[in-house]
């Protein structure tokens, strides 16, 4: 049995001190690891319902059975797996700007890391998701410079107007979309986590950007607040042009 409370790595990242710690749920029994980054919490295994929407729904519709998709932010690996439960994914790249968070997962330390492992077509990149997406003609695979996917997966900030780096706000732009989808197959999707809900005006700036564009709501009871907790999956379809 594990102790009810262990930090388990600290290191100094050129983004702050970042910190995995597991502790134990008194009231269910389950072991719960945390990533804190500075002070602030970067994300919880107790929730993780909008996480795996997100690894899901951005692939729902889409055709062919060889399907490319690139995720930006590997976190606890929620996503990532939700998106390798579905068969028709060929590939996966995961990207990551935390080294210590993808050797976690290498080394075990995370459950999911063992998941991610076995997995042939799922590939940890150590690089800037938002530096990458704002140069198509290098793109996010340092092995197939230019390569375009099919889906594109983003968890990394809180949502379009809570940013961990005042330069990530970028990519949230009609500018920026559009950079980003130059890395899309026509037909592709891309989809961002938000911990909020839906901002109809960045709907529309998606949907400026890409053609069509919607969000999904996602409801969950967080009884830590008593409450239900309300956040969203933006959803984007590249609309137009030539492969």
């Not at 797996?81 to 700007?97: F, R, W």
């Not at 076995?118 to 793109?139: E, I, N, T, W, Y």
């Not at 005006?201 to 950007?209: K, R």
Request: charged share 20%.
């Amino acid at each position: 049995m594990s102790p009810l409370f262990a930090e388990l790595d600290y290191q100094v990242t050129p983004f702050g001190t970042l910190v995995l710690r597991r502790r134990r749920d008194l009231t269910t029994g389950d072991d719960i690891y945390e990533i804190k980054l500075n002070d602030e919490f970067l994300m919880s295994s107790k929730f993780t319902a909008s996480e795996q929407v997100l690894g899901r729904v951005a692939l729902e519709g889409l055709p062919g059975n060889d399907l490319r998709i690139a995720v930006g932010g590997l976190g606890l690996g929620y996503t990532a797996v939700a998106a390798l439960e579905n068969p028709k994914v060929g590939s996966m790249l995961v990207i990551d700007a935390l080294g210590p968070v993808i050797e976690w997962h290498q080394s075990g330390l995370l459950p999911l890391g063992k998941v991610l492992a076995a997995d042939k077509r799922c590939r940890l990149v150590h690089g800037d998701f938002f530096a990458m997406a704002a140069s198509p003609a290098a793109g996010f695979d340092p092995l197939n410079p230019g390569s375009r996917f099919d889906a594109i997966l983003l968890d990394i900030d809180h949502s379009p107007h809570e940013v961990l780096k005042p330069s990530n706000a970028a990519l949230y732009t009609f500018e920026g979309l559009k950079k980003l989808g130059e890395q899309l197959r026509p037909g592709g999707v891309f989809a961002l986590w938000s911990n909020n809900q839906e901002d109809a005006a960045f709907t529309a700036v998606l949907e400026a950007a890409f053609g069509e564009a919607r969000a999904e709501a996602v409801v969950f009871e967080n009884p830590l607040q008593g409450r239900e907790a309300r956040q969203c999956v933006y959803l984007a379809r590249k609309t137009g042009g030539a492969d």
